[in-house]
């Protein structure tokens, strides 16, 4: 391609250390007005070239109309305006920039030019939040792509502690979260709470974000400050493809909570029998206990899950007892009136307690068939 009036400003500014915007080449011997079209093909002026650089001062009188266009889409109306010597860096009330309003559009071209002439792609609103955070919250696959490839910070902190790439996974958004790790994003940068991208897209029951993320690498171990990982916060939220895809990567299922609470114990609470399922096939301990002494199989007992009571007999869980009283999971089931999961429990060899005699107080547990005595270790 031929060079033009543009690319020997730039040359120019790069040279001298002077905006590319604020130049103008001015034909030796006409009226200071009279500048040179940027696009102009230097081979087709007159020759030989005789011309004045002119250096303008920045005007601040076109900044909105700058942010205006930018927003719209204008490209042409764009360029006249930063070739006005207006900054490409002002911002309004609320600290949006053009390169911002670009990104949130999606407008590419208009990026790609601010991008040229020096605008700060850096440069947040008064909320903290930067061009990156928003085309990664928008899912502008293209912008995220333009800006990466122009070295902007992957890795800056909005509010609460929020990277691009967290906030790509707290939308669901895998395209960009893909490009932010194709830019080498700490996926280990946690938010003032301790929650890194991962324990976000768990809890918020985005699947093929959480997959996308322990494919490239996302510790499944870290814990938030309550001591929760990505496949306790998708457990206790009943997301089961989530569960699945933390358990094809391999995550701890018998990692606790500070008070002890396993992923099989808030599944087993809540009543996600999918979930208890998936765990269990994950070689998850059945028989884990609280730091109360409460199990996965008293708390379905208590809540009347039939089915998880079950599948949880099946893994050997019951000899356990309560917290409170040392009642079993039977008993536990009576107690709160379901009949239900009193039956199941009886089926795999749960047995009543003497009311009348002055044998011990306990029943005995699911001890009495092979299966539901074995007792998983947890590292089983």
């Not at 031929?2 to 120019?12: D, M, N, T």
């Not at 889409?73 to 002002?90: H, L």
């Not at 309004?92 to 020096?118: C, K, Y």
């Not at 050997?316 to 409170?324: D, T």
Request: with cysteine.
């Amino acid at each position: 391609a031929q060079s033009c009036v543009l690319q020997l400003l730039r040359e120019l500014a790069a040279e001298l250390g002077v905006p590319v915007y604020t130049q103008r080449l001015v034909p030796t011997g006409v009226a200071s007005t009279a500048t040179l079209d940027l696009e102009a093909v230097l081979a087709d002026l007159p020759q030989p070239l005789d011309f004045t650089l002119v250096v303008l001062s920045i005007n601040t009188e076109m900044g909105r109309s700058l942010l205006f266009f930018s927003e719209r889409g204008d490209m042409k109306k764009v360029v006249a305006a930063i070739f006005s010597a207006t900054d490409p860096d002002y911002s309004d009330a609320q600290g949006r920039t053009a390169t911002w309003f670009a990104s949130a559009r999606g407008h590419l071209d208009i990026l790609s030019f601010l991008l040229e002439v020096r605008a700060d792609a850096n440069k947040a609103k008064s909320d903290g939040i930067a061009p990156l955070h928003t085309a990664a919250a928008r899912c502008r696959v293209r912008v995220l792509r333009l800006l990466c490839a122009a070295g902007v910070e992957m890795d800056v902190a909005a509010p609460g502690g929020r990277t691009p790439v967290f906030m790509a996974a707290a939308a669901g958004h895998p395209k960009s979260v893909r490009v932010l790790c194709d830019a080498r994003a700490d996926l280990g940068v946690a938010s003032d709470d301790g929650w890194t991208p991962l324990m976000r897209a768990a809890a918020s029951g985005h699947a093929e974000v959480a997959a996308l993320l322990c494919e490239v690498g996302a510790d499944t171990t870290r814990v938030s400050r309550e001591g929760c990982t990505a496949l306790f916060a998708a457990s206790a939220r009943g997301h089961a493809e989530v569960v699945a895809a933390l358990c094809a990567a391999r995550a701890d299922p018998d990692r606790a909570t500070h008070d002890g609470s396993t992923p099989l114990f808030a599944a087993s609470v809540q009543g996600y029998l999918p979930i208890v399922q998936c765990l269990c096939d994950a070689a998850a301990d059945a028989n884990c206990t609280k730091a109360d002494g409460a199990t996965p199989l008293i708390m379905a007992a208590s809540s009347g899950h039939a089915e998880i009571a079950r599948r949880l007999c099946a893994e050997g869980a019951g000899r356990q007892r309560g917290p409170q009283d040392g009642s079993s999971a039977l008993e536990v089931a009576v107690r709160h009136g379901h009949e239900t999961v009193a039956a199941v429990l009886r089926e795999v060899g749960f047995k009543d307690r003497p009311e009348k005699q002055g044998a011990s107080r306990h029943s005995e547990g699911a001890g009495a068939g092979p299966t539901a005595a074995r007792a998983r270790d947890p590292g089983e």
